[in-house]
């Protein structure tokens, strides 16, 4: 177990002891995403990767939907704001059965459900349009704000990453979100050290976030993203609080988890995999599976 | 284009068919050509923004460069590694990039800041316009992805960019079509005092304005070929697309002049009069971006207030619409900028 609280709390990832299905819906997902990754040939693998765990945890943990009825007003809201992991959101719509497996061939191509840059208009399961960054968190505080009007129970989740953080609207957001004491937003931060130019940590620098959001007035959890056990922890907490407050969960993930070879590559914010490497990601990705 | 959600595309067929398109007519995909707008066996030249910003920094010291996380993505980190004490990395904040450029420009320096054009155009409005324009500072503003030169869709989709700008007063807007012009525009702005906003294409950019011996003067259109039957005005790289499209026509026996117009505000308005007052030919102003507001409507308006009337006028631009999003050849050829179906449609006209 990794899940705490403060920035203090980052912690070197163990294998999950528990929650195995999880474990291989986040295999799933990983394997979606690869599949279409190959399609283009190119673009947002590594985080696809990343945050494979923390899609599985709130995909087949904590969020309440329908696969069947992707509208269905009960259901939790999961908005991405970072358009560009759209990749990665439709795996788990396809691991959740809301997209057809098969759809994943159509990938970023012509008059596909499935674009690079996730829309709103295209795709079952995607909330919101989100390309254009620091958008989310503000679009949250409305959700938020129209489902307390509805009395309703449902979580809005809200993805966004370390890079968007440079963004002012997502403080605004912040501190707009814990003025109205949002207790039915759970935010997730990607922390994956990487932006478009290079390490988030040095183009310019996020930390200390958990004291940040604290001051802003958030329930504040920092997790090891790829750890299920403490994500599954860590969003069971967000849920169950009682504290009139937006949650955070900052989870530290590792871009391209899961194949090595990747891993290791440093530009890794738009990778390139040759043809004949597709194969072999597969393959280790499955090998650690197996390990 | 856009369907329903809620409906598979039918061209995936039911569940397990369907693909990649054909083998002759492989489907496209959104990263083709996501790095470089140039065909196969087109010249290029690589980085030609960042090489010659940062050459003119060896002379002007008060140059500086400025990004929001977009640095490898529009060629500013050429001039940060060749100039690593005189770059800036913002963080991806557009609005606080605008400012800080703002304020030293205030300061005595002269600020080119880089962002995506939407994101200059939509999110930094406000600190342009306030921060900048009005207090008509020195800073120039350069943007990558211009009109539709992504098919990431309407986040990443300019279209509207020079709409925006040309309703901004005091700032220069400047369009290049290539390598060539490119390299020539960054110190043509740094010599003009004052705002400007630069649409930019970057990677390996076409190289094709060389061969006509034009070369760039800050507000001044130019005639690249001289045509009796019909008179393209563009800017950008929609002037690379006039000049085939000019070849392609020559087949047919239609003869296309081009006027090409990179400075788009202030307007060259006497060459674009002189030009278009020419007895017995089609004016066709053609543009990457929405027809809304561009060079288009500019062009239009002047030859209205001059009673100056062409034998016809007809616009090659974008619809009024957000894009669709895909690979760039079937977009360009379904909102008709490619060369091809700006042929088709000058053909239709004639
Ligand atoms: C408002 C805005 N500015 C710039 C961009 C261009 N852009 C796309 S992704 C990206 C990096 C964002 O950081 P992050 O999500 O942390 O990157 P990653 O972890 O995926 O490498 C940038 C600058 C954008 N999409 N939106
Ligand atoms: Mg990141």
């Known amino acids: 177990m990794t899940t705490s609280t403060g920035d203090a709390g980052r912690q070197a990832s163990k294998p999950p002891m528990s929650n195995l299905s999880l474990a291989d819906r986040a295999y799933h997902i990983r394997r979606h995403a690869l599949r279409m990754g190959e399609v283009q040939g190119q673009g947002y693998i590594a985080q696809a990767l990343g945050i494979a765990d923390v899609l599985a945890v709130s995909y087949f943990h904590a969020m309440n939907y329908r696969p069947e009825d992707p509208e269905w007003e009960e259901r939790d809201r999961f908005l991405l704001s970072i358009g560009h992991y759209a990749i990665a959101l439709y795996a788990a719509l396809i691991e959740a059965g809301i997209i057809p497996e098969d759809e994943l061939k159509s990938y970023g191509s012509d008059d596909s459900r499935l674009p690079m840059s996730g829309m709103a208009a295209y795709t079952p399961g995607m909330e919101i349009t989100g390309g254009s960054l620091g958008h989310g968190l503000g679009l949250a505080v409305g959700f938020c704000l129209g489902l307390k009007r509805k009395q309703s129970n449902s979580f809005v989740y809200c993805l966004f990453s370390d890079g968007e953080l440079g963004e002012g609207s997502v403080w605004e957001a912040a501190w707009s979100a814990s003025h109205w004491k949002l207790d039915n937003l759970i935010g997730i931060i990607d922390v994956n050290n990487q932006q478009a130019d290079g390490p988030a940590s040095e183009v310019t620098g996020f930390e200390p976030l958990a004291a940040r959001f604290e001051s802003f007035g958030w329930h504040v959890q920092r997790v090891d993203g790829n750890d299920i056990d403490a994500l599954v922890e860590a969003f069971d907490a967000a849920r169950n609080s009682t504290e009139p407050k937006p949650r955070i969960v900052i989870c530290d993930t590792k871009m391209a988890k899961g194949v090595p070879f990747l891993e290791e590559r440093e530009r890794n914010h738009f990778l390139r995999v040759e043809p004949h490497e597709w194969q072999k990601a597969l393959e280790l990705l499955d090998a650690g599976r197996t390990a | ?350």
Not at chain 2, 129 to 154: D, R
Not at chain 2, 155 to 179: K, L, W, Y
Request: charged share 20%; hydrophobic share 45%; proline share 5%.
């Open chain 2, 1 to 350: 284009m856009r369907r329903s959600k809620y409906t598979r595309p039918a061209w995936l067929g039911e569940q397990g068919e369907g693909g990649q398109g054909t083998a002759d007519k492989p489907r496209l995909t959104t990263s083709a050509m996501i790095a470089s707008l140039a065909g196969a066996d087109q010249r290029t030249k690589p980085a030609p923004f960042g090489n010659a910003l940062s050459a003119l920094a060896e002379t002007r010291p008060e140059v500086i460069g400025l990004t929001a996380d977009l640095a490898k993505y529009t060629d500013l980190h050429v001039f940060a590694k060749a100039h690593p004490d005189r770059f800036y990395q913002m963080g991806m904040a557009e609005q606080l990039l605008i400012s800080a450029a703002a304020g030293m420009a205030r300061e005595g320096f002269m600020p080119f800041a880089t962002t995506y054009a939407v994101f200059a155009a939509r999110r930094a409005y406000d600190f342009i316009c306030m921060a900048i324009a009005e207090e008509n500072l020195n800073v120039k503003i350069v943007c990558a992805l211009p009109g539709l030169t992504t098919g990431y869709g309407p986040s990443h989709q300019a279209t509207e960019d020079i709409a925006i700008f040309r309703g901004m007063p005091n700032i220069t807007i400047v369009d290049p079509c290539d390598a060539h012009e490119i390299e020539q525009v960054v110190p043509a702005i740094a010599a003009h005092q004052g705002p400007v906003y630069m649409r930019l294409l970057r990677g390996n950019v076409p190289l094709v304005l060389d061969e006509y011996g034009y070369t760039f003067e800050l507000g001044k259109a130019k005639m690249l070929r001289d045509g009796n039957d019909v008179l393209i005005i563009s800017s950008g790289l929609m002037t690379m697309r006039a000049l085939e499209t000019a070849k392609a026509l020559s087949d047919d026996n239609v003869d296309v002049g081009v006027l090409h117009v990179p400075t788009i505000k202030p307007l060259d308005e006497a060459t674009i009069l002189k030009e278009t007052s020419r007895t017995g030919r089609m004016a066709v102003v053609a543009e990457n971006h929405t027809i809304v507001g561009g060079l288009g409507e500019a062009v239009a308006g002047l030859l209205m207030r001059s009673g100056v009337f062409p034998t016809a006028f007809r616009q090659v631009a974008l619809p009024d619409e957000f894009l669709d999003a895909g690979a760039l050849p079937t977009l360009h050829d379904r909102y008709g900028i490619s060369t091809k179906a700006m042929t088709d449609s000058i053909k239709g006209w004639l």
